[in-house]
């Protein structure tokens, strides 16, 4: 059974995601503050989703659960929940290496479509499921090379100049997309549709701070970026 992590310290808002988790035919497993939350992951290390709320109580929050879990875990699914107002937090979020977020209060058919896309590709990393704009990604090949990148599609790895890169399972579907349409300029909406899938609803802001972060990985100069340029009034462009 596909296993969830649900951190929320509030259980009537816990036990609410818990029920349509167990509906959705998903074993879910609860947390009520950060340590609660590690502990289960070191416990069950085949989580494929943990959805982390923000504020709860103890000395570490969501953010630093988040990065504790990405010091170790680049391919689980990590999924924010914050507060509606709080804009800054669900930047901060994906920041820290969450690959999606959702605002309270929430629909649970939405949370639901959260989690399955996050599985899909927590379950199938690189394995077809990020499409190639105007060409069938079963046709890309085990290694893709430009520049001073060679991506092991069938290993899910990325190095530059022969040094391994560590990036989170949204990382590579981006990356990826980038790799199989070298220089062709992608709108925000074709990333988003392509990573996140056809039916996400969320912002496309998400694409912009994903993009941000690869940057941080890849880029020799951030403020200068020459791999993934921005082309203004439409998206970016991979130009290794």
């Not at 689980?76 to 804009?87: D, H, S, V, Y």
């Not at 999606?100 to 199938?124: C, G």
């Amino acid at each position: 059974m596909k296993k969830v992590l649900i951190m929320e310290d509030e259980l009537n808002i816990r036990s609410f995601v818990v029920i349509n988790l167990k509906r959705a035919g998903y074993d879910a497993i609860e947390a009520g503050n950060g340590q609660e939350a590690l502990d289960a992951i070191a416990q069950t290390p085949d989580i494929g989703v943990a959805i982390l709320d923000i504020m709860v109580p103890g000395d570490m929050d969501g953010f630093e659960v988040c990065r504790r879990i990405r010091a170790s875990n680049k391919q689980m699914g990590i999924i924010m929940l914050t507060a509606r107002t709080q804009e800054m937090d669900k930047v901060t979020g994906l920041m820290t290496g969450a690959d999606d977020y959702v605002t309270k209060p929430f629909n649970p058919i939405e949370v639901m479509a959260r989690v399955k896309s996050q599985l899909r590709r927590f379950l199938q990393l690189g394995g077809g499921t990020v499409r190639r704009i105007g060409g069938d990604s079963s046709a890309s090949s085990e290694l893709l090379t430009q520049g001073p990148f060679v991506m092991n599609t069938r290993n899910h790895t990325l190095e530059k100049n022969g040094n391994r890169i560590r990036l989170t399972q949204v990382e590579y579907a981006i990356l990826k997309l980038f790799m199989q349409n070298p220089g062709r300029a992608l709108s925000r909406e074709d990333i988003l549709s392509a990573v996140w899938g056809r039916d996400y609803e969320g912002e496309l802001k998400i694409v912009d701070v994903n993009i941000r972060r690869l940057r941080l990985k890849i880029e020799d100069d951030t403020s200068n970026p020459t791999y993934i340029t921005t082309v203004w009034g439409l998206g970016y462009k991979w130009g290794a």
